[in-house]
Each structure stands twice: as C-alpha cells, then as structure tokens.
C-alpha cells in the first residue's frame, strides 16, 4: 500500500514538473515573439513574502539595455516591489518584456534567494 502510494506521488510529482516545463517552453516561446508583458515571478514571489522575505535587490547580469542597466544593484522592500503593478509582471514592468535579469531576495535569517524572470529559485 504504501508503495503504491509512493509511487502515485512520484506520478503527480512527474505531472507536475513537466506541466511546470511545458508553461515555461510556451512562456519562452510568447516572449520570443515579443507580446508578452507577464513575467512569471508574482506567485514565487508572494509565497517569499509570506516566509519573511523582506528585500530585493536588482541583479542584471551584465545586461546592456539601458533600463536593465539602470536598475543595478537597485533596491526595493519586497512588499513595494509587489505593489502597484499595472501587469502580472514584477520584474518585466521595471525593465522590459523578455528581460533576462535576475533578483537576490533577503530576508533576516533567510537564505539570499536569485529569482529569473521564469521564476526559476536558486539559493546562494
Ligand atoms: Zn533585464
């Protein structure tokens, strides 16, 4: 029973990461196309804030738009960084639509979080 538990888990874990990977091709795919003004990283976001979160910090990697080079290092407190938007874009509003900058998320005792604009998380 309790193998055939796992094993349902797994199926769902599997159906999961591939509906996850799905949305991101469609996503890269629409960005391309250059229609776009979501970016994906609100619901990662939000579940941050909700941990205790408090910070962003603008990481460009090396980007040479001017927008994106413009908000270097810049800082935000996490709940202004989610407010007053007028798309389901955090980052894309700041930027651009497709950009491909990323945010280190602080917050006291936590662990720096870097953020893509697919809502892709890595701990550093
Ligand atoms: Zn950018």
Redesign the pocket.
């Known amino acids: 029973m309790e193998n055939r538990q796992s094993k349902y888990q797994e199926w769902v874990e599997n159906l999961v990461k591939t509906k996850a990977n799905q949305e991101k091709e469609e996503f890269r795919q629409v960005i391309a196309a250059g229609n776009t003004r979501q970016d994906l990283t609100r619901p990662t976001l939000e579940s941050l804030l909700q941990q205790g979160y408090t910070t962003v910090q603008w990481d460009?990697?090396g980007?040479r738009?001017p927008?994106?080079m413009e908000?270097q290092n810049m800082q935000w407190t996490l709940a202004d960084f989610l407010t007053g938007l007028m798309h389901d874009a955090p980052?894309f509003e700041k930027?651009?639509p497709g950009?491909?900058?990323k945010i280190v998320v602080t917050g006291p005792g936590m662990q720096n979080t870097v953020i893509d604009?697919f809502g892709n998380v890595e701990t550093i």
């Open positions: 460009s990697q980007s738009e927008k994106c908000l980052m930027s651009h950009c491909l900058c604009t």
